[in-house]
């Protein structure tokens, strides 16, 4: 059941950005958990403005495209502590872990073949 719009996708696509960016303070993170949290709100802000739905500015990746990467991202957070050895850090071990399986869940529920931004060249194609 795909119950999130591309719109409502997008404003969690901004929570989780900002949720990497003050993780690191909030939770007191180490040093590499906490570049990898600051590196990851880059990319995925990177990767929400480059989208091809409301909240995209660039629109290069489709947002069919921009599913399939956090379907690859939600498992691979959950990874992150056990390939980079901080898995003995509990905070950071289930900080990762936790925002693996909102990652997943909120690609499972999201619509990513919704409509796109109006004025989009997909949803041109698409006419």
């Known amino acids: 059941m795909k119950v999130i719009s591309p719109r409502i996708h997008g404003y969690f696509d901004f929570l989780t950005v900002v949720i990497f960016l003050l993780a690191p303070a909030l939770l007191g993170l180490s040093q590499l958990p906490a570049m990898l949290a600051y590196s990851l709100a880059a990319v995925h802000l990177i990767v929400t403005l480059t989208s091809d739905f409301p909240f995209g500015i660039f629109r290069l990746i489709p ?13 691979s957070l959950i990874a992150l502590p056990f390939i980079f050895g901080f898995a003995n850090e509990d905070i950071a071990r ?11 869940v909120l ?3 999201t619509d990513y073949k919704g409509e796109a931004r109006k004025g989009s060249a997909s949803a041109a194609c698409s006419s």
């Open 107 to 109: 690609g499972m529920l």
């Open 94 to 104: 289930n900080f990762y872990i936790a925002m693996g399986v909102v990652v997943i």
């Open 63 to 75: 947002f069919a495209i921009h599913g399939w990467i956090e379907r690859l991202v939600g498992p």
